[in-house]
């Protein structure tokens, strides 16, 4: 079972893991070794989130979810298979628990009086500056 926020837990069963072998540098073991880890989560089939949940994660995260509602990542950093499986996990638990959090609600403020009145004096101050520019004067 993982645990990605506070009362949600989604049990491994759930997540499909494939491998493939990854690109880059590497040597023999790139040829032979399949260690890039694909993780693929369908989002509207787990049961282990309500209809709210599955909706916040389709909104926060709709570019990395495919339109099947699949939620892909992959994970080719390391050279062994299990350290990228551990990666891969993680950062999709990470993904989740970050979508799952709830936004604090806004409360709206008002500038002080004190700052209504810094800003309008500098307003004042900047336009005596321009202001004495003025045009050049012709000396005849």
């Given at each position: 079972?993982?645990?990605i926020?506070?009362?949600?837990?989604i049990?491994?069963?759930e997540?499909?893991l494939?491998?493939?072998?990854s690109s880059?540098p590497g040597?023999?073991?790139v040829?032979?070794v399949?260690?890039?880890v694909?993780?693929r989560?369908?989002?509207?089939?787990?049961p282990?989130?309500s209809?709210g949940?599955k909706q916040?994660i389709?909104a926060r995260?709709?570019?990395?979810?495919?339109?099947?509602?699949?939620l892909r990542?992959?994970?080719q950093k390391?050279?062994?298979?299990g350290?990228?499986r551990e990666?891969?996990v993680?950062?999709f638990?990470?993904?989740?628990?970050g979508?799952l959090?709830l936004?604090?609600?806004?409360?709206p403020?008002?500038?002080s009086?004190?700052?209504?009145?810094?800003?309008l004096e500098?307003k004042r101050?900047?336009?005596?500056?321009?202001?004495s520019?003025?045009?050049?004067?012709?000396?005849?």
């Amino acid at each position: 079972m993982l645990r990605i926020a506070d009362g949600v837990t989604i049990s491994e069963d759930e997540l499909e893991l494939t491998f493939a072998r990854s690109s880059g540098p590497g040597g023999q073991n790139v040829n032979k070794v399949s260690t890039k880890v694909v993780l693929r989560f369908s989002v509207p089939a787990s049961p282990s989130l309500s209809p709210g949940q599955k909706q916040l994660i389709v909104a926060r995260l709709g570019r990395r979810i495919d339109a099947g509602g699949i939620l892909r990542l992959t994970c080719q950093k390391h050279r062994s298979q299990g350290a990228n499986r551990e990666g891969v996990v993680a950062r999709f638990v990470e993904l989740l628990a970050g979508a799952l959090k709830l936004q604090p609600e806004r409360v709206p403020t008002r500038p002080s009086a004190a700052a209504r009145k810094r800003r309008l004096e500098s307003k004042r101050r900047r336009s005596l500056v321009k202001r004495s520019r003025g045009a050049a004067q012709s000396e005849e």
